[in-house]
């Protein structure tokens, strides 16, 4: 390939694979922006509100019983009576537990510290038991109730989520606590449904950074949001938000997040989305429109090849060639009559040159004009072509001369090749404008000689040609 066209190559490839590296990297770039910010403006803050609501529904809920609980006039005048007959509140808790479809539902009583159950009275709650802890606390609780994770003793130990509510009589005296309960696996159940739905990680946090509740898929051993990598130097923040969104990198991946506080829980909701999996589309996209774009390098290239190299060619041919005829032009036959003549003087081989001109050209031209003899020229051409050999090179001398090179071919044959191709010419007739024009050629042959030059050799044809003019035309003369 030469320089000149390699250089070409280059010059495009760069262009294109600039052009099409900047075009691809802006469109990533703009891609990326736009994922992030619809993740922090719409899917995580749209997500956090269905989830809420959903909470509402799902978890408020027995926060809202436990209400009713509380308020419930059977409830205290039951109290206030002396609580004569334990087998009403039993039958009570039954069907609030029944109704509402609660794990547990219960009530302490102040006055007997008895513990009722739906299956009946449980125990009697006491000070010095570490179990009975929650009881005593909720006695001081400045808040109307409290959201505790214990082991329910009535259901073999199975962690559950109580809502602990405070009962007054109507006097507002401090009477009980009442409420119901959610096991701890239906409430992350719940969650993981959540997780399901929406592809987010899903878990809540208490005031003080503590993991409360949260799915299966929760990495083991973090109990605190300062121990998740790269979320620790954002958890005085978060936390002292009611609401806020905020990212941070953990593993080599973006994750977006969402907090909303629960004032009812006292919680904290975390709402996160990993950007990877739709990131993982747009470097998808990306590796595309550059494995395109190689593509369409790769085949700009080749045409540029082909384009270019056809190009050459007909420059080259052109550069070589006679227009009009077809056939090598004098620079053609410059080099190779000097490749010729070494080829001979290495090997010794015979190498003879015809010399040919159309006889009163000039006439015919005036007579019939140029376009007329330009006819002439290729027909000329075309009967030189089929009398002589395939190796032999016939080429345009200039105006209506023409040479033929014949390589390995003695003088005496080259003479008799060139009054075979004299003969043909003076046989042939030219059709111009339903008229038949007939022309006559003289030729000079002259055969190469040890120590000849291209000058020298074409000397000794034209002189040859000379004499064949002044002979009378129309005849062959040696050199």
């Not at 005048?77 to 794990?103: N, T």
């Not at 990993?274 to 595309?288: G, V, Y």
């Not at 008799?416 to 042959?445: D, F, N, W």
Request: with cysteine; hydrophobic share 40%.
């Amino acid at each position: 390939m030469p320089r000149k066209q390699r250089r070409l190559n280059l010059v495009v490839s760069l262009i294109l694979v600039v052009g099409f590296l900047a075009t691809s990297l802006t469109s990533f770039f703009v891609a990326r922006a736009s994922l992030r910010t619809q993740i922090s403006q719409s899917d995580l803050p749209l997500t956090s509100d269905n989830i809420y609501s959903e909470i509402q529904r799902d978890l408020l809920r027995p926060i809202f019983i436990s209400s009713l609980m509380a308020t419930d006039t059977f409830v205290r005048d039951w109290v206030i009576q002396g609580e004569l007959d334990e087998s009403r509140m039993v039958r009570y808790l039954k069907a609030i537990q029944s109704q509402y479809g609660a794990f547990t539902a219960f009530f302490v009583s102040e006055k007997t510290r008895l513990y009722y159950h739906s299956e009946g009275i449980l125990k009697r709650v006491s000070e010095a038991e570490p179990r009975d802890v929650w009881y005593f606390r909720v006695q001081t609780l400045r808040e109307p109730y409290e959201i505790n994770v214990d082991p329910d003793m009535a259901n073999r130990d199975a962690m559950t989520i109580f809502i602990n509510y405070r009962v007054f009589d109507y006097d507002g005296n401090y009477i009980g606590a009442t409420g119901v309960g959610l096991t701890v696996q239906a409430v992350k159940s719940i969650i993981e449904n959540y997780q399901s739905r929406y592809s987010r990680r899903i878990y809540f946090v208490d005031k003080q950074g503590v993991i409360r509740l949260h799915g299966r898929e929760f990495p083991e051993g973090v109990a605190n949001i300062s121990q998740i990598e790269g979320l620790a130097p954002l958890a005085r923040e978060t936390l002292a938000q009611p609401a806020g969104y905020h990212t941070y990198d953990s593993d080599g991946k973006s994750i977006h997040l969402n907090t909303r506080y629960i004032s009812e829980f006292g919680w904290h909701l975390f709402v996160e989305q990993a950007e990877d999996a739709k990131l993982r589309e747009i470097w998808n996209t990306l590796f595309l429109n550059l494995a395109i774009c190689a593509g369409v390098t790769l085949v700009v290239l080749v045409l540029t090849n082909v384009t270019v190299s056809a190009y050459q060619d007909t420059i080259e041919r052109l550069a070589i060639t006679d227009k009009l005829t077809g056939i090598y032009n004098r620079r053609a036959f410059d080099l190779l009559c000097r490749e010729s003549l070494l080829d001979a003087a290495r090997n010794g081989s015979n190498l003879s040159v015809i010399l040919l001109d159309i006889d009163g050209f000039k006439g015919i031209n005036d007579r019939f004009g140029h376009a007329a003899g330009d006819r002439v020229l290729v027909a000329v051409v075309r009967a030189l072509q089929a009398g002589v050999r395939v190796s032999d090179i016939l080429c345009r001398w200039g105006g209506e001369e023409f040479i033929i090179l014949l390589k390995n071919c003695p003088l005496e044959q080259a003479a008799h090749t060139a009054e075979k191709l004299r003969t043909a010419i003076e046989t042939m007739t030219t059709l111009v404008e339903q008229r038949e024009i007939r022309i006559t050629i003289s030729l000079g042959v002259a055969q190469y000689r040890p120590g000849d030059t291209e000058e020298s050799l074409l000397k000794r044809a034209d002189a040859a040609l000379y004499r064949a003019k002044e002979g009378g035309r129309n005849r062959t003369e040696r050199g």
